[in-house]
């Protein structure tokens, strides 16, 4: 069991995202609402 745990984590800390996907998530969270109708939320996306 120790071994297991004593391994080198597989992601690499200096990960970056791309420039579009930055782009394409704040494009998305801008677009991105929710309408209440009653008990429920709807999600509408307005593209």
Known sequence: ?????????LAN???KPKKETVSFLLNYSKA???VKVGKMKIECIAN
Request: charged letters at 20%.
């Open 32 to 34: 991105l609402s929710f």
């Open 1 to 9: 069991m120790a071994k297991i745990y004593s391994k080198k984590a």
């Open 13 to 15: 800390s200096t990960m």
